[in-house]
């Protein structure tokens, strides 16, 4: 775990080089030690590190971790994985992907309060796309279970995308 929370760090600088040793090693010990949900989790946190070889090579490694995740029958971890991976999409700039991921993954865990936050993203990514009636109904929900939870800042952020979609029309 440790030398992926490393390659984690070393990623999002764009020290790929450094990210991948560090992933390449945890990687191999963990499929040594035959722990299963060690390997998803290890493999969802250094998928970020092969971004060096190309997008491709990061998707395989999410794809991977969430496929190890549910013949495990670990919703909350698939969630946590496609959470992950709809977000490195979102970074790359592919909306659509980045949406697909993560109402997948509030499809597999909607009690997680971590939900209203994927509804935000997903409204955002739908922004990005120009798909303002998927956005409109993400953002509601977002703003829905924002106002719930009492999360002012997520409040705000739903009403602008909101906002965003009305001065749009």
């Known amino acids: ?28 010990i963990a499929r040594g030690l035959g722990d299963r949900r060690l390997l998803a989790d290890i493999l969802r946190r250094c998928a970020g590190a092969f971004a060096g070889d190309g997008p491709a090579e990061v998707r395989v490694r999410y794809q991977e971790s969430v496929e190890i995740f549910r013949a495990l029958g670990r919703d909350d971890d698939t969630a946590r994985a496609l959470t992950w991976w709809g977000q490195w ?27 209203m936050f994927l509804e935000s993203d997903v409204a955002g990514c739908f922004l990005a796309i120009g798909d303002a009636t998927s956005a409109e109904a993400h953002a509601r929900e977002a703003l829905a279970l924002a106002s719930k939870a009492r999360h002012r800042v997520l409040v705000g952020i739903s009403i602008s995308h909101l906002a965003a979609i009305a001065a749009a029309s």
């Open 1 to 28: 775990r440790a030398l992926s929370q490393v390659s984690a760090r070393y990623a999002p600088l764009g020290r790929y080089g450094d990210a991948r040793e560090a992933a390449e090693e945890a990687l191999r």
């Open 89 to 115: 999409e979102a970074r790359s700039g592919n909306f659509r992907e980045a949406a697909q991921r993560m109402l997948a993954a509030i499809e597999l865990d909607r009690r997680n309060l971590v939900t």
